[in-house]
């Protein structure tokens, strides 16, 4: 199959690299507006260049393109594609506004077509496992979640990220992740979101840099997401050792902990650590006992905690035999409209119900 790659920065390049590993992939075709991009990763990894986005879309044996541009590309590039009757994989978030985002998914659905957008944590071992323990019954009903992330500016000054027009929102750009988990495991919808930040530490930031959101699903479950982009440590290290070990213990923490019913589970990044507890009745009190505890060796690290890697081999067989979209763009959609009124209640201090949001 011949696939096309929009966008052909640092996520271009991690797809190009996951599609070469990919059986049935016989051409990459690599577009971007920045011609030194695309001439970057023709020489470094012998794909094919274009530099006219016709030359990828017009293209009648392309049957699908992954959108890897920077976020404001994401819904002319998509919209263009699905125009052009191809299978799109678009990164997070789906677009810069929610109204873009809406078009995207009724554009897909009108045309039948695949449209599958990159929360790759849904792949990912550390968030897998976490989802089989609740499939299987032993953390019960998932009635409240906390995802504690702590990291450094890696950013940096005259990103596209750091603009709202161009990189969105810190929620859409970054913590969308963090809430589709959630989403995923307590297997609701959010009714209502609050979320209070304070003045940014990042002074070259338009978008937030911090935040406290709470939000309350359908189902009376309720999730807390605190973040922080400045107290880790600004990384310099040695390139040849592995990032996840250099930053433990240096301010940088990525958690979750996830409570049922029946029991609890925590993932720990930096600890590389996947824990459960299970809760019981004595005649004393409740109790919970820690029951499981995992871990992986650094080498396992992008299979764990960002698996674009099985995330990108599991859409090429999908788009090969005709399947839907591991994840429907509907959902993802939610999202969405998630990180959209965690944002509008940044803005006003307000609670925000995603239903009011939708009728906007
Ligand atoms: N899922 C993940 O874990 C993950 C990780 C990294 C990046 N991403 C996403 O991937 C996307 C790209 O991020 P990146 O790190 O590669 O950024 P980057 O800055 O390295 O590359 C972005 C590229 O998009 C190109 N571009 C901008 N407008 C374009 C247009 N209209 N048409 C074609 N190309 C255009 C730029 O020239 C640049 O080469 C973003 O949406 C980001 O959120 C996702």
Redesign the pocket.
Known sequence: MKIGV???????ASVIQHLQKCAGVTEIVA????AA?VADKVARFGVTGATK?EAVLGDPTVRLVFV???????K??TLAALAAGKAVMC???MAVTLEDSREMVEAAERQGAFLQI?F?LRYSRLYTTVKEWIDAGLLGEVINTHCYYICSEFHHKG??RNLKATGGSMFG?KLS?YVDLPRWWVGADVADVISVCSPNVIPYYEVRDNYHTTYRFTNGAVSQLTFMMAPGATFRGDPLQDVVSQQQGDGHALRFLVVGTRGAAETDVFARTIKRWAFGDSPACFTSDWVDTRTWDPAEDHRYF?N?LDQTHDIVRRVRDGLHPMTSARDAYETMKLCFAAELSADTGERVALSELERE
Do not use: I, R
Not at 68 to 74: L, V
């Open positions: 929009l966008g052909a920065g640092g996520m271009g577009y971007d507006v920045n991009q986005l890897t541009a920077a976020n404001d590309a994401h002319p590039l990164e997070k978030p990159g790759e990103s596209w750009e992740h960002h674009t």
